[in-house]
């Protein structure tokens, strides 16, 4: 099953400030998912990333606050752009790797806004 | 600390017994169904998963029933080890390399 590494593992950032999360997978993979997960909650899927074309959100998600890269097969990054408090969440990202249907998860971005 | 479960309904088991987590699923359409493990500090990890034109199937140690009729999921987990103590995940899926949707997430808390 494919390997996802993702970094940072955690940070501490200022209100208005940005962060960009990256994820590199071991395999090449079609397609890459972002998710959140807010403390004590289950996992909401920000956005689907696909290689060669511009990320689709899902409802509540936009561009402009989280802006996708996606440059090739094996890498995708996630900004969270001018954080506020409310952002403090896991950020997960995802590839179809493991299992007839399994995907594979980073170990997530642990986000604190200050 | 970790925050991941913090609020999630909590099952409690002893060790060597054998654990029950349900999920009441969403889509009727949905061809897929799989179940995660997450650990603290961890991202989901994969456990098992199963077609919608099936009821049953079995791993080492977990079997996933899926009964379409009431849209309802479970995990078994035959002798529970207190490694298996982790919050646990349904999940949805339709298509392939598609989105997908979780449910609301179990803590199984294993004692001994």
């Known amino acids: 099953s494919a390997v996802i590494s993702q970094k940072p593992s955690r940070d501490i950032c200022q209100r208005g400030t940005s962060l960009t999360i990256q994820c590199q997978v071991d395999s090449q993979v079609t397609m890459m998912f972002w998710y959140r997960q807010q403390p004590g909650q289950s996992l909401t899927l920000i956005a689907t990333?696909?290689?060669?074309?511009?990320?689709?959100?899902e409802s509540g998600f936009v561009i402009d606050k989280f802006p996708i890269s996606r440059p090739n097969l094996t890498f995708s990054t996630l900004t969270v752009s001018n954080m506020s408090p409310e952002d403090s969440s896991i950020y997960l990202c995802s590839a179809q790797g493991g299992g007839t249907y399994g995907y594979t998860f980073g170990s997530g971005t642990r986000l604190t806004v200050v | 600390g970790e925050s991941v479960g913090l609020h999630l309904p909590t099952l409690s088991v002893q060790e060597g017994d054998n654990s029950i987590i349900n999920c009441a699923y969403s889509n009727s359409a949905s061809d897929y169904f799989i179940w995660y493990k997450q650990e603290s500090g961890k991202g989901p990890q994969f456990i098992i998963d199963?077609?919608?034109?099936?009821d049953k199937r079995q791993g080492q140690r977990v079997t996933v029933l899926l009964n379409k009729t009431v849209k309802h999921l479970s995990l078994q987990i035959a002798a529970t080890q207190p490694g298996d103590s982790a919050v646990y995940f349904c999940a949805e899926g339709s298509g392939t390399a598609s989105k997908l949707t979780f449910g609301t997430g179990t803590r199984l808390q294993v004692t001994l």
């Open positions: 199963i077609r919608s034109n099936m």
């Open positions: 990333a696909n290689q060669g074309s511009e990320a689709t959100y």
